[in-house]
């Protein structure tokens, strides 16, 4: 029986690659996943990204202003600039000095509301 135990690594590095390449050839990359908890699952996705290769500011960009540009919908969201709609997080870290940073959300601006992320994870049973 062969010993497959580097498989996934090696399926991961090609993926990484992949994503790479694909930046660089300027396809745009939208982060957005279906696994996991909404919210959640798209920090790991950035993490990814930045282990592909790309800035913590691109992989921002793939959740943010990149979807917009997809969407032809960058006028009216994407980015901060007045007139857009903005969903917001703030972070207890710079995400741009460190991606992971982005996990360490203190709060959320959403649809003109407040949210703190701490009650809205006691409420879906999160520890």
Known sequence: ???CSAVPFVLYRVATEIVYHLYTDSIAIVAGTDMGFPGLSIFREMELYVESGLTPMQALQTATIVPARV???EKSSGSISPGKRADI???NGNPLQNISNIRDVITVLKGGYIYNPARLHRMAGFQ
């Open 1 to 3: 029986m062969k010993d």
């Open 71 to 73: 969407m032809n919908m």
């Open 89 to 91: 997080i703030i972070t």
